[in-house]
């Protein structure tokens, strides 16, 4: 019998999952990590509910996506009892009060503003939401993101807002295809995250270091990074529709 598409595309995603298991894996025993010390987050942007939920069913236990509007389209078709969800995308003020406790991580604060505008919504529910501070690793006028030399004052600011609690860091580092210069600047950032975990800061418990994407994040672990964010080496690539 035919394999459908569907099928094909199943076996595809497993084998994708084993091989990038396998890759973290050595990557965190290269960096003196174990291979549990590290977190494989499944990136959902513009993949159908049927192919996360298979993921999910792979062992995939964290999945990201990158709008507000497109996880709320997704979520009430998707098997999350043993999964959970972070928003990895720029958020707008004007989105917050749809996103904060719906996921467990919002990774992508980028102002004093934005975490503000989220401990008031979280408040008003009754919580406090997990945030990662976005840092802006290579300077790039395109990317959002705090400067990396004011992120322990603004680490420390948004500490003291009610309503939200600070749990590490985030970045998208810039393309680069010289791997050494690639992996310096993932070092700054675990230097940067290391720095503020030092600091002892009352309401900062520094558990996450997110970065690295499909394309580097081996390179990623090696500088550090115990949260890698891979969405089209597991699922292939994305296929974007007029709503994405």
């Known amino acids: 019998m035919e394999k459908s598409l569907i099928d094909i595309e199943f076996e595809n995603i497993?084998?994708?999952?084993?091989?990038?298991?396998?890759?973290?894996s050595?990557?965190?025993?290269?960096?003196?990590?174990?291979?549990?010390?590290?977190?494989?987050?499944?990136?959902?942007?513009?993949i159908d509910p049927a192919r996360i939920n298979y993921a999910i069913s792979q062992g995939v236990d964290l999945i990201g996506e990158n709008r507000v509007q497109e996880f709320q389209s997704k979520i009430d078709e998707l098997d999350m009892t043993a999964c959970k969800a972070?928003?990895?995308?720029?958020?707008?003020?004007?989105?917050?009060k749809k996103i904060?406790?719906?996921v467990d991580v919002i990774q992508s604060v980028d102002t004093v503003s934005i975490a503000k505008e989220i401990a008031?919504?979280?408040?008003?529910?009754?919580?406090?939401?997990?945030?990662?501070?976005?840092?802006?690793?290579?300077?790039?006028?395109?990317?959002?993101?705090?400067?990396?030399?004011?992120?322990?004052?603004?680490?420390?600011?948004?500490?003291?807002i009610n309503g939200v609690k600070v749990k590490g860091l985030m970045?998208?580092?810039?393309?680069?295809?010289?791997?050494?210069?690639?992996?310096?600047?993932?070092?700054?950032?675990?230097?940067?995250?290391?720095?503020i975990c030092n600091k002892k800061i009352d309401n900062i418990d520094m558990e996450f270091l997110s970065m690295g994407m499909s394309g580097d994040y081996e390179t990623a672990i090696l500088g550090g990074a115990n949260l890698v964010r891979v969405g089209s080496a597991i699922f292939g690539?994305?296929?974007?529709?007029?709503?994405?």
Request: proline share 2%.
């Open 86 to 96: 972070h928003l990895i995308g720029h958020l707008q003020s004007n989105k917050a």
């Open 26 to 46: 050595k990557a965190a025993l290269a960096s003196g990590r174990g291979e549990d010390e590290v977190k494989l987050m499944a990136v959902t942007k513009t």
């Open 14 to 24: 497993t084998e994708n999952l084993k091989v990038i298991r396998e890759r973290v």
């Open 100 to 102: 904060v406790g719906e």
């Open 237 to 244: 690539p994305r296929i974007y529709s007029d709503k994405h």
């Open 171 to 195: 970045c998208v580092a810039p393309i680069c295809e010289d791997e050494k210069k690639l992996l310096n600047i993932f070092e700054n950032m675990h230097k940067l995250y290391i720095d």
């Open 120 to 160: 008031k919504h979280a408040l008003n529910r009754g919580i406090s939401q997990k945030v990662l501070l976005e840092v802006n690793i290579g300077c790039e006028w395109s990317k959002f993101g705090f400067d990396i030399s004011e992120v322990p004052e603004r680490a420390a600011e948004i500490s003291e």
